[in-house]
């Protein structure tokens, strides 16, 4: 572990999409196929990348070895990804974690229509949050 200062500007949108399904941690590991993992070096390709910005860190370094087993496990959280990577206004979008959680990076340029498509879809929860960072030995100011 590293210390390194966030790489997320405080302000930053984030929209989180939650399918109302779980999924078993141990069943993802269990499908992982080892020769699929990314060979991304994370302190030399990664870390200086995401160092100098989000914004300038290309997609394919946004890498969550977890997803293709989870995918195998449950397809159709694969197809919400994809659906996700089309809404205009995401400058990235992966699943968290073991899933199901998906987060996307930016907000959708069409709000109402976004809204209308994934947030009145049965089954699903969306939330849209900001990013926000703390000076050093500070709990949390309101901005």
Request: include cysteine; glycine fraction near 6%; charged fraction near 25%.
């Amino acid at each position: 572990m590293s210390s390194i200062d966030p790489p997320l500007p405080t302000g930053t949108k984030v929209c989180i999409v939650k399918p109302d399904i779980g999924l078993s941690t141990p069943a993802v590991f269990k499908a992982m196929e080892y020769d699929r993992l990314s060979n991304l070096d994370p302190k030399e390709t990664l870390l200086p990348s995401f160092i100098e910005g989000v914004d300038q860190v290309p997609s394919e370094y946004f890498i969550n070895d977890l997803e293709y087993p989870a995918f195998k496990c449950l397809p159709e959280l694969q197809k919400l990804k994809e659906e996700l990577l089309e809404v205009s206004g995401f400058d990235h979008v992966m699943m968290s974690g073991s899933g199901t959680s998906i987060f996307c990076l930016g907000q959708p340029t069409d709000m109402e229509a976004f809204k209308g498509k994934f947030a009145e879809r049965e089954g699903l929860q969306v939330f849209f949050s900001d990013f926000i960072s703390r000076p050093d030995g500070v709990w949390f100011e309101r901005p």
